[in-house]
């Protein structure tokens, strides 16, 4: 299986419009979206980008309407040549290929998750799934093979001779990502894949994803302009308002530590109980001796109920590897909870 390669994306510029590579020094001289609107009638997409994606992580690219999310991931693959900067992906920059190997590229390096399902409703679940190997003129067996070994990880063994049509929004994405699945690229570029769905359907896409990449380890970048699903996915969470990066880290650090007033407002409504983890709002060191334990992966909201059946005051956080990484209070959990 093809485990995921890293992505690098280094001072990204996209402007829209038929003068963009003149226009874009003066926008790198610090020209606005809407000076570069009112006098020049282009769009700015996206401004000064940098961006490093692990390989095997999941990367999420957050943001209101507009922010240039699309923009960002259709960089990945090409689908949008940038006005100025780099795409390296597994060291190769995207930007200097040649047709036939960015043909290739696109072919078995990346493999897409749209929202709107994108399926061919004139094929069945079987066919939809074998369809990228298809083009790629691999064997029949092994089409059927590796789609009926994704058919089965997703959830639809059994509806393999079902048409889209007879499928539910949830039971098409998870044909989607078994299509994405099967071509068994490193990349796995997911566009609003779970936005159309219902919330509790969503959330079991989720799940299934995050089970999965347990074992396919992809480098999964992944749009969303929802914050809980951002938290709930993102190793790496980048936000973008007006074609600007505002903040990268870790969900916890966004939540903990919002970059500005607009970061706030979206994490604001955050469940914190659910979201933080005792390992990010501890005192980090030693601890005193013969302090009950708590695990520094523990969600608050579980840790402030342990707390509370134990009835001590203080406790050890501890690694995986049960040795202690620092310290907390009730009361700390409590301020880290309610502010
Ligand atoms: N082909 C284009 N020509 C001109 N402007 C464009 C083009 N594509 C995108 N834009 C502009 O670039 C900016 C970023 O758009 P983009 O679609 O990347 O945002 P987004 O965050 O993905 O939004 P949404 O969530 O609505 O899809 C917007 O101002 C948009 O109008």
Redesign the pocket.
Known sequence: MAEGIGIEIRNLY?I??PDAARLVTQVQQGMT?AELNERHAH????RDISISMPAGGIQVIM????????????HINRL?DPTAGEVLVGGEDVVKMAPEALRQFRRHKTAMVFQKFALLPHRNVLENTVYGLEVQGVSRAKQVEAAMTWIERVGLKGYETKYPNQLSGGMQQRVGLARALTNDAPILLM??AFSALDPLIRVDMQTILLDLQKDIRKTIVF?T?DLDEALRLGDQIAI?R??CMVQQGSGQEIVLKPADSYIESFVEHVNRGKVLRLGSVMEPGGSEPDLPQLSDQLLLADAARAMMHSGAARFAVTNAAGQPVGQISVAQVNQALYG
């Open positions: 996209k829209f419009g979206k769009v700015l997409g996206l943001g209101l309407s507009g922010s240039g999310k699309s923009t960002l991931i259709r949008i566009d609003e749009i302009h973008l007006d074609g």
